[in-house]
């Protein structure tokens, strides 16, 4: 069974520009989770999506936006970027919403803004 | 709010020998904890659980955590290190009985693993 594939897996963008994620989930997952992870702030959660509707949300400004669609992929998408947003995001798959099902990482994607 | 402590940034170990990677814990109720591991330029990969049960869990790659409810701590264990296992730990928790269910996790800052020869 394939698992989580996130693309682009590297990119760079300018200040003030806009960057969309893509992460495609193992299949039959439902619930994808986005985290970002940086030097500074480690590993922290972004939003979780379930049947396409917003299940969670982390400590991010309206900048950061997500969604999910019917087939349970997901993109996220970063606005009017700063230098701060230079970091990996982490997609993550599971089965179900229930609390003790582990969560699958996909590889990343390695966002750079200058 | 849920918290994760790994108060060692780095723990160094020589091959064949026991390993340790520590753990501590904060959340209202009963917690889920996982272990992850992080490869460079990889994702995490999942090392193992504690849901319920049996206080001492058994994970991939020979891995194992003992879970303490008293000392809130999950200890991350490996009998016999390899030099294979040098990676980035991270240890996470999750609440119990969250509104909606949901599958957001606090990570600990993560502990460096360097087995040499």
């Known amino acids: 069974k394939a698992g989580v594939t996130q693309t682009p897996r590297y990119l760079i963008k300018t200040r003030g520009q806009q960057v969309t994620l893509s992460c495609s989930p193992i299949s039959g997952h439902r619930s994808v989770s986005w985290y970002q992870q940086t030097p500074g702030q480690g590993l922290q959660f972004l939003f979780e999506y379930f049947s396409e509707t917003q299940r969670n949300k982390g400590n991010f400004p309206g900048r950061f936006s997500g969604r999910q669609f019917s087939n349970s992929r997901s993109e996220m998408n970063v606005s009017t970027l700063e230098l701060g947003d230079s970091a990996l995001y982490l997609c993550?798959?599971?089965?179900?919403?229930?609390?003790?099902?582990?969560?699958?990482f996909g590889p990343g994607t390695r966002l750079t803004v200058t | 709010a849920q918290s994760v402590a790994q108060p060692e940034d780095q723990v160094n170990v020589a091959e064949g020998n026991p390993l340790t990677v520590k753990c501590t814990y904060s959340?209202?109720?009963?917690?889920?904890l996982f272990w992850y591991v992080q490869y460079p330029n990889r994702g995490l990969q999942f090392l193992l659980k504690?849901?319920?049960?049996?206080?001492l869990v058994k994970g991939s790659y020979g891995f194992e955590a003992e879970f303490n409810k008293s000392q809130t701590s999950f200890h991350l264990k490996k009998p016999s290190a390899l030099v294979s296992d040098s990676a980035l730990y991270f240890c996470a928790v999750r609440a119990r009985g969250l509104t909606g269910g949901g599958n957001k996790l606090t990570f600990g800052t993560g502990t460096q693993l360097k087995v040499e020869l």
């Open positions: 504690y849901i319920t049960g049996d206080n």
């Open positions: 959340v209202s109720g009963n917690p889920y």
């Open positions: 993550a798959s599971s089965l179900s919403l229930a609390s003790g099902s582990e969560q699958y």
